[in-house]
């Protein structure tokens, strides 16, 4: 005798044709077709995940009607319904939610390219991303170009095809074309560019107080005293380094200093780049009094040097720079810096950017500035002039 799998009953049962080869079975008191297939038939595949496939062999129906009656479709049977619900939590399926965004056109994933994972600023950058994409239910993808433009190429092409609801990037050093960007942007792909910007491209934009904050910096250095003020700037093709190069210019002309380009010294971050500015500097007739960095790492290098040569900091030699870190307020003597608070930057462009996709028909590219904040410490800190 065959009983109901839903009521139990055995008089209710009748037979209904076949499907795909096996008898089908339906009972009158519940409204209810059915196969004498068993859940253990597929539960075998233990590593694999159970779809609706699965759940619709069991029944004995299409896995459409499955997967209609898992969306409550209005165009199935309530009892029926219910069945395949039961059947699909024996099973323990659980929806491809991959899948299911992907058909929506959606996959709740933002992509980051940053140049380097390394440099604290951007780790801070980072967390400060992560932390707002969580709560809005985004998870993040992040990949880092290692400052070399084809490598953020790619990182753009493999974050589209993995199908990113939108883009953040700040640029590496050496990028100075910008067609993998506008490629997607006539795509309509939301992107926004935080830190190393591209204002030809129109992108909202969350960036930092580049000119101000090497303005603040000199000007400090000029009222602590300095009168010949080194720059180790970066690359000459960056438009950060052109801002905070601006930024010094501006500064010693405002207080009647001269630009002396012997002094300046255009870099790409590493350890050799501030080792050479230095006994560059050095070797110079006049040697500079004060030392502006466009990054504290570069200057707390230097400062070893300084050390070892017993030059005294900061009263032969002051130093100031660009970004804070724990090293920075740690090392001996304290370096003086302006902060440009990474986290607050990772935030605001996630928000941004979470807010591009969410508004995406209305939504219109704006500029976010970050404001920082000169910290003075003892590397800067000689008797001011009255």
């Known amino acids: ?87 699909a939590n024996e099973l323990d399926y659980r929806p491809n939610l991959l899948a299911q965004s992907l058909h929506r056109g959606e996959t ?3 992509g980051v390219v940053i140049p380097d994972i390394q440099r604290p600023f951007f780790a801070g950058v980072v967390a400060g991303i992560q932390q707002v994409a969580s709560e809005a239910g985004y998870r993040v993808m992040i990949c880092q170009s290692n400052e070399s433009h084809s490598t953020e190429v790619l990182n753009v092409q493999a974050l589209m095809a993995s199908r990113v609801d939108g883009l953040l990037i700040s640029h590496s050093k050496e990028t100075n074309s910008f067609e993998h960007i506008k490629l997607h942007l006539r795509k309509g792909v939301p992107i926004v560019h935080f830190d190393r910007v591209c204002d030809e491209l129109n992108t909202a934009k969350v960036i930092l107080e580049d000119f101000d904050g090497s303005f603040a910096l000199v000007e400090h250095l000029i009222k602590k005293g300095c009168r010949r003020i080194a720059a180790f700037a970066g690359p000459e093709d960056l438009l950060i380094s052109q801002k905070r190069l601006n930024g010094y210019k501006a500064a010693l002309q405002k207080y009647g200093l001269p630009i002396e380009q012997d002094v300046i010294f255009h870099s790409n971050f590493k350890k050799e780049d501030s080792l050479n500015a230095l006994l560059a500097w050095l070797n110079l007739p006049q040697k500079p009094d004060g030392i502006f960095s466009v990054h504290y790492g570069n200057a707390i290098e230097m400062m070893v040097t300084l050390k070892q040569k017993a030059i005294k900091i900061p009263d032969e030699i002051a130093l100031v720079a660009f970004g804070d870190d724990l090293l ?29 996709i969410i508004n995406k028909e209305t939504f219109e590219p704006y500029t976010r500035v970050i404001k920082g904040e000169l910290i003075v410490r003892d590397s800067s800190h000689k008797k001011a002039i009255n």
């Open 328 to 356: 920075a307020s740690l090392f001996e003597p304290s370096l003086t810096v302006f902060n440009q608070f990474p986290y607050l930057v990772g935030q605001e462009a996630a928000n941004i950017l979470i807010d591009n």
């Open 1 to 87: 005798m065959i009983a109901c799998i839903k009521c139990g009953k055995v008089d209710m049962i009748v037979k209904s044709g076949f499907v795909r080869g096996k008898q089908r079975l339906y009972c009158k008191g519940c409204d209810l077709y059915f196969t004498l297939n068993q859940p253990n038939q597929v539960t075998s595949k233990k590593s694999q995940q159970i779809t609706i496939v699965d759940v619709a062999k069991v029944l004995g129906v299409s896995p459409s009607t499955v997967s209609r009656a898992l969306n409550n479709s209005s165009e199935i049977n309530e009892n029926t319904r219910q069945e395949i619900i039961r059947v």
């Open 108 to 110: 709740h994933t933002i």
